[in-house]
């Protein structure tokens, strides 16, 4: 069975403090992991979609990377609005059920 | 529509009682999925449609959970006698099928209360 295990539970920065959050993952044949960013009372929302190990994709102050074991999300010199819940889920099939880990909340304080 | 409607935005019920809740999804998707989020939790698959058909239910919890699809658009997910445990969020996802994995678009939930 698909496994992802994100750390930390919950992370506090201050502004312009970078960091980083880890998903690490077991899937049997991994199609593709997914990051979304989830705000309180809403749906998450996607934000990075990597295919293979070696894979990075950017935007704004967010780099996702992918190594064959675990997936780390980037964030350089965060800013408040980037306090949310983030989700890493990972995908064995082009359709159908995507495992989601318990995600990590972080909290930019000014 | 722009995106996923999800229909009530909350409800709350009494233990035992049925309930049902609604899932529009854009326009044009033809996988939809239903996830179940508990409070501090991750998301929990529930069940996966493409098209009007569910190749995956495997996540649904029980046989007092069930769901359909219709017209290859709108879903209901059903739970008859609700329980206290089944107090959550429930949300809906709808995506395109390719030759990838495709990027799941969230609707913002039904936040079911069970008294």
């Known amino acids: 069975e698909d496994q992802v295990t994100q750390s930390p539970e919950a992370l506090r920065l201050q502004e312009g403090e970078s960091s980083s959050l880890n998903c690490s993952y077991t899937?049997?044949?991994?199609?593709?992991l997914f990051w979304y960013r989830q705000d309180p009372g809403k749906g998450p929302e996607f934000l990075f979609t990597?295919?293979?190990a070696g894979e990075e994709k950017e935007k704004e102050r967010l780099k996702a990377t992918l190594t064959k074991k675990e997936s780390f999300l980037h964030i350089t010199a965060p800013k408040p609005e980037d306090s949310a819940t983030y989700l890493c889920?990972?995908?064995?099939?082009?359709?159908?059920?995507?495992?989601f880990g318990d995600g990590t909340t972080l909290t930019v304080k000014p | 529509g722009a995106g996923v409607s999800q229909s009530p935005s909350n409800k709350v019920t009494e233990k035992g009682k049925d309930v049902e809740l609604r899932c529009d999804p854009i326009?044009?998707?033809?996988?939809l999925y239903w996830y179940r989020q508990r409070l501090g939790q991750g998301l929990e698959f529930l069940i996966y449609?493409?098209?009007?058909?569910?190749?995956?239910k495997s996540g649904l919890p029980s046989d007092r959970f069930s769901a359909e699809r219709t017209g290859e658009s709108v879903s209901t997910l059903t739970i008859q006698r609700t329980q206290q445990e089944d107090s959550a969020v429930y949300l809906c996802?709808?995506?395109?099928?390719?030759?990838?994995?495709?990027?799941?678009?969230f609707g913002s939930g039904t936040q079911l209360s069970v008294l």
């Open positions: 996802a709808s995506s395109l099928v390719t030759g990838a994995p495709e990027k799941l678009f």
């Open positions: 899937v049997s044949g991994l199609r593709g």
């Open positions: 990597l295919y293979s």
């Open positions: 889920a990972v995908r064995n099939t082009n359709a159908g059920k995507s495992t």
């Open positions: 326009s044009g998707h033809t996988a």
């Open positions: 449609f493409q098209g009007n058909s569910a190749p995956d």
